[in-house]
């Protein structure tokens, strides 16, 4: 049997430098030796799609979806990777936590670099905690009659996050931090909630997207900013919240 064609990925923005895709959940955006099962990659769809090579300039986890955007020339990626490094690309997403949390928050809290391998770790690479920063404002909440753990109805919140800093993890770790993790986490949330999302609502996947990005473009200074719509099934989830558009 012949492996089924992957499908084509939703391209976003596209222009002679610059080609931005809405990546799905579950797919990485290139190899990863945590994930040596993995066939297909971010990286390779969109170089397939466009018919030319592709280079990354951030990275987005693999459970998350949103805006993950590629320089199409070596020159162009450069720039692009400076402007993610100094913070002049503004990243914003969305996201269902646990709880209700507050009407908006500055979260500064610095994080330990996160090691992948352990050839990382071999070679002594340090674990230094790092300045980390997450702005966040809530957008809705919602209670649902579902006992969790001791409390007899769940709580919930949708936010909207805007990284300050750009660290492995960081508002999946800042929001458990803050004792809000975001629903669908299997390494920094609540099993019993992602559990409950799971049987509840058939969610199996992170609730964490990045909706819109916005930054100047190298070459011709223009305001460029680039939204990403989210899947069905974040949809779905939205609607509890009674927001179908946000």
């Not at 070596?74 to 993610?84: C, D, G, K, P, R």
């Not at 809530?138 to 919140?157: G, H, I, K, Q």
């Not at 909630?193 to 509840?200: A, D, E, I, S, V």
């Amino acid at each position: 049997m012949e492996n089924a064609e992957p499908e084509l990925l939703e391209i976003l923005y596209q222009d002679e430098y610059i080609v931005a895709i809405n990546k799905p959940s579950g797919l990485l955006v290139h190899k990863s030796p945590i994930d040596k099962h993995e066939t297909q990659f971010a990286l390779q769809l969109v170089r397939d799609q466009i018919g030319q090579y592709v280079h990354p300039v951030h990275r987005l986890d693999k459970p998350t979806s949103g805006v993950l955007l590629f320089a199409l020339n070596t020159e162009i990626t450069q720039i692009m990777s400076e402007l993610f490094r100094s913070h002049e690309v503004h990243k914003e997403y969305i996201a269902v936590v646990r709880g209700y949390t507050k009407e908006e928050e500055l979260i500064d809290y610095p994080l330990k670099q996160m090691l992948d391998t352990k050839e990382q770790k071999k070679e002594g690479i340090t674990k230094e905690a790092q300045k980390a920063q997450t702005y966040y404002e809530r957008l809705a909440t919602v209670e649902l009659p579902y006992a969790v753990s001791r409390y007899p109805v769940a709580r919930y919140s949708l936010v909207k996050l805007l990284p300050k800093t750009g660290r492995k993890h960081q508002l999946r770790r800042h929001m458990k931090h803050i004792f809000h993790p975001i629903v669908g986490d299997t390494k920094h949330g609540r099993g019993e909630h992602n559990k409950l999302f799971r049987k509840k609502f058939d969610c199996h996947r992170l609730l964490l997207h990045s909706n819109r990005v916005s930054f100047v473009h190298p070459v011709s200074n223009e305001k460029i900013i680039i939204e990403a719509g989210v899947d069905e099934m974040f949809k779905k989830i939205l609607k509890i919240f009674h927001k179908e558009h946000l």
